[in-house]
């Protein structure tokens, strides 16, 4: 048990569907965080959310649309993406901003 | 902006010697933290270490020591007695004391080999 869940493990999508990629912590943390993993790249910040309110959006195309209902939950929700949207997606979560962050196992997404 | 350097995209040490993976860092802000994750195959990225940087001390986690050179914006992490679980992807990473606007930065990360 991480202390942080994702759901699903794996997710093939074709660049017409809609899906969401769903993440969950039992950590009590303040702040979630979604992550791109692509090969041979640094992990890119895609958002982040503290108490619930999205405090970050590096320029995240708005194909991917991130959802915070409680401080517990955070959702990826994808449309209409791209074959190079393809990676491993990682959420996190940390007690406060500049805290350790305590990672989930991931969801690797394939765009076809 | 901050930044996160790893030199070495692959390292490779024989069970139960010492290694030594480099990290350099830049950032224009003085109070910092910064931290070494571990990504087994499994994926899930695991901390092993954490810095802050107003202290001089370097911190150490069992077998697993830094190298804080804060003039040099160098943070080396050695780990002592590799073991075959060692093995994985090792990020290192710099956060701003106040968050920053990056958050979290990464560098490319070390691939790790542990050879029995």
Same mark, same amino acid.
């Given at each position: 048990?991480?202390?942080? =869940?994702?759901?699903?493990?794996h ?17 009590g943390?303040?702040?979630?965080y979604?992550?791109?993993q692509? +090969? ?9 959310y503290s108490?619930?309110?999205? &405090?970050?959006?590096?320029?995240? /195309?708005?194909r ?6 409680n401080s ?9 993406l791209? /074959?190079?949207?393809? +990676? ?15 990672? #989930?196992n991931? !969801? ?5 | 902006a901050?930044t996160?350097t790893?030199? %070495?995209?692959e390292?490779?040490?024989?069970e +139960?010697?010492? &290694?030594?993976?480099?990290? =350099?860092?830049? =950032? ?8 070494w994750y571990?990504?087994? /195959?499994?994926? %899930?990225m695991?901390?092993v ?6 202290k001089? %001390?370097?911190? !150490? ?12 914006k ?7 007695d590799s ?8 990020f290192c990473?710099l956060?701003?004391?106040?968050g #920053?606007a990056?958050g ?8 790790l080999?542990? %050879?029995?």
């Amino acid at each position: 048990e991480t202390g942080v =869940t994702q759901t699903p493990r794996h997710l093939v999508m074709g660049m017409t569907n809609k899906k969401s990629l769903k993440c969950e912590q039992h950590l009590g943390h303040n702040a979630m965080y979604w992550y791109k993993q692509s +090969a041979k790249k640094p992990l890119e910040l895609m958002f982040v959310y503290s108490l619930e309110e999205r &405090v970050e959006n590096n320029s995240v /195309p708005s194909r991917f649309s991130p959802e915070c209902p409680n401080s517990s939950h955070l959702f990826l929700h994808l449309h209409t993406l791209q /074959p190079e949207d393809s +990676a491993l997606y990682l959420c996190a979560s940390s007690q406060l901003i500049n805290s350790p962050l305590h990672f #989930g196992n991931g !969801t690797r997404l394939t765009v076809t | 902006a901050q930044t996160v350097t790893q030199s %070495q995209p692959e390292m490779s040490v024989q069970e +139960a010697e010492t &290694v030594t993976l480099s990290c =350099t860092y830049d =950032t224009s802000e003085s109070d910092y933290y910064l931290f070494w994750y571990k990504q087994p /195959p499994s994926r %899930q990225m695991i901390l092993v270490i954490r810095q802050e940087a107003y202290k001089q %001390q370097n911190a !150490t986690e069992n077998r697993f020591s830094v190298n804080f050179q804060k003039a040099a914006k160098s943070f080396s992490l050695k780990i002592s007695d590799s073991q075959l679980g060692d093995a994985a992807m090792y990020f290192c990473a710099l956060i701003e004391a106040g968050g #920053g606007a990056d958050g979290l930065t990464f560098g490319k990360g070390t691939h790790l080999i542990i %050879q029995p």
